[in-house]
């Protein structure tokens, strides 16, 4: 029984990571669209100087844009916990 409910457990946790991950990655859109570049792109290859909204700007999507990749990252870690890959 115990199994079922760790079972349980992950499954929620990795509905609210999905939860989290769409809205992070909703958040990045207007950014992609004002600049007509990808985040991956933006990350390694603009500074804050390139943006209109300067630091501020850059900031924010360069903190969606990681908040993104450690929600992917937790995704990930309990997908192998639940398939035992």
């Known amino acids: 029984m115990g199994a079922e ?23 990045l859109v207007p950014f992609e669209q004002k600049y007509g570049v990808t985040s991956e792109y933006f990350i390694p290859e ?7 909204g300067g630091d501020d700007e ?6 969606e ?3 993104m990749q450690r929600l992917q990252e937790k995704l990930q870690e309990l997908a192998e916990i639940r398939y035992g890959d």
Do not use: P
Request: glycine letters at 6%; aromatic letters at 10%; a positive charge.
């Open 5 to 27: 409910f760790s079972l349980l457990d992950i499954e929620s946790q990795i509905a609210r990571l999905e939860l989290g991950l769409q809205l992070a990655r909703k958040r």
């Open 46 to 52: 603009m500074a804050a100087e390139n943006l209109e």
């Open 58 to 63: 850059y900031v924010r999507w360069a903190g």
């Open 65 to 67: 844009y990681k908040l």
